[in-house]
């Protein structure tokens, strides 16, 4: 049940960390400047074709080296941040750009910033669009948790395979771990369903 906890807070912490830093990461690859466009790409091209156990690591050893302390859970939480955005990005950026280019020329000739176009505009119709991506990356999320027991960051699977240990029971030990894990994503399966048809009826 302990690890249980911390595999709900890690899910959670990183289901809003990537959703913000996604959209921000989406945002910069259509912004209308060429430096903002490379970073964006950039990211999204580095984190993607890399391993998440990789970027984990970087966190948990690599910062650490530089003089900055950091804990086993949150070095994996900033690593399923920093990857699950780099997914979200994408997706939200296929959701802007299937949003027509006409509402965004309104909005820019009404007097609206860029930013605001994106805030009041753009984004809420392209999230909208992209909701069932969105949602299969959330539900991936909270099972690449899992990856927090390679650094002893005392979640489900650390508590698990140490009890596996012990007992030598495995098949009743993840069975049991299984069980969670749909405890966990299936509730979110079902919202985002829910969530979808309800954005069905208002349009």
Not at 10 to 27: D, K, M, R, Y
Not at 53 to 75: D, H, K, Q, S
Not at 150 to 168: H, S
């Amino acid at each position: 049940m302990a690890g249980l906890g911390r595999t709900v807070l890690a899910s959670l912490l990183g289901l809003i960390g990537s959703l913000v830093l996604g959209t921000l990461i989406a945002v910069l690859r259509i912004a209308p400047f060429r430096i903002l466009n490379v970073v964006g790409t950039v990211y999204v091209e580095f984190i993607r074709n890399i391993p998440l156990l990789v970027t984990v690591f970087f966190f948990f050893l690599g910062v650490p080296a530089l003089g900055i302390a950091m804990e086993p859970f949150t070095a994996g939480t900033l690593g399923l941040i920093v990857y699950t955005a780099a997914f979200v990005a994408e997706s939200i950026r296929a959701g802007i750009q299937a949003v027509p280019s006409g509402q965004s020329e309104a909005a820019r000739s009404s007097g609206l910033s860029y930013i605001q176009t994106m805030r009041s505009i753009i984004l809420p119709q392209a999230v909208k669009i992209v909701l069932p991506a969105i949602g299969n990356q959330m539900i991936n999320l909270v099972k690449n948790s899992s990856v927090l027991a390679v650094i002893a960051g005392l979640d489900l699977m650390y508590y698990a395979d140490i009890i596996n240990l012990k007992t030598f029971k495995g098949i009743p030990v993840y069975t049991l771990v299984a069980l969670f894990y749909l405890l966990l994503t299936i509730p979110l399966s079902q919202a985002v369903h829910y969530m979808e048809r309800r954005f069905a009826k208002s349009n």
